[in-house]
């Protein structure tokens, strides 16, 4: 469940819902609040999954969502081109998944991944 935090509290590397696309903060600029108004945040934001590059710009005191995230470690049960069906060490229950192109794993490997608002995202080896 999507978590409200006050604009003012967002800092870089941290993480954000932008038009429902799960984000993390590459940079936060404050304005300074002129005669007549409140200041401004421009932040700048990468989508998880996509890559793609979001801004916006919001008032102080504005209250955003932040993602859910759950960090889970799985097992590598087989492996098929850039998908590999990972079964989770808590509920044992498999689901697949495409591999980063960047990450070495083999079939009996436990791998770490993320699961951000029912979406999962392999992020790397699990160093135990």
């Known amino acids: 469940m999507p978590q409200q935090v006050d604009v003012n509290s967002v800092r870089k590397g941290g993480y954000l819902l932008i038009d429902e696309e799960p984000c993390q903060v590459k940079s936060v600029n ?11 945040y421009k932040i700048r934001a990468e989508g998880i999954f996509d890559g793609q590059t979001r801004n916006m710009v919001e008032k102080g005191g504005t209250k955003l969502l932040t993602p859910d995230i759950k960090k889970k470690v799985g097992q590598v049960v087989s492996i098929k081109g850039d998908i590999a069906q ?4 808590d509920t044992y229950q498999t689901e697949e998944m495409k591999l980063p192109e960047d990450l070495d794993v083999t079939e009996g490997q436990e791998i770490v991944y993320w699961d951000i608002e029912g979406r999962k995202l392999v992020k790397g080896k699990n160093k135990k």
Do not use: L, T
């Not at 404050?30 to 401004?40: D, E, F, Y």
């Not at 990972?86 to 060490?89: L, N, T």
């Open 86 to 89: 990972i079964m989770d060490m």
């Open 30 to 40: 404050k304005s300074s609040p002129g005669k007549h108004g409140a200041a401004k």
